[in-house]
Nanobody, 121 residues
Framework: QVQLVESGGGLVQPGGSLRLSCAAS????????MRWYRQAPGKERELVAV????????NYADSVKGRFTISRDNAKNTMYLQMNSLKPEDTGVYYC??????????????WGQGTQVTVSS
């Protein structure tokens, strides 16, 4: 059974930090590109960061560059998002997403259930 379980969300003051985790099971984690998305109330889900299957390549949304760091530990089947200098506009539900590196015969994608991050004083 495939599972992506996020944790680490919560309430934090502006300027604070949080570290999100995404624990994967039921599939070969090291063969998947991993992404963090977020969705603020009343807004569409947006891509925050992406990391390649081996972890050697990362990319970030302009809004989080220099503040967030995505990483993964393939030995632990876990992805992380270190979030520093948090702003109120970072508030939202954060989701992890897995996408297989292969396309054929069918690309596989999975979503986690999300974890709430609230940045407020």
């Amino acid at each position: 059974q495939v599972q992506l379980v996020e944790s680490g969300g919560g309430l934090v003051q502006p300027g604070g930090s949080l570290r999100l985790s995404c624990a994967a099971s039921g599939f070969t984690f090291s063969s998947y590109t991993m992404r963090w998305y977020r969705q603020a109330p009343g807004k569409e889900r947006e891509l925050v960061a992406v990391i390649s299957s081996a972890g050697g390549t990362t990319n970030y949304a302009d809004s989080v560059k220099g503040r967030f760091t995505i990483s993964r530990d393939n030995a632990k089947n876990t992805m992380y998002l270190q979030m520093n200098s948090l702003k109120p506009e970072d508030t939202g539900v954060y989701y992890c997403h897995a996408q297989s590196v292969w396309i054929l015969p069918r690309q596989e994608t999975y979503w986690g259930q999300g974890t709430q991050v609230t940045v407020s004083s």
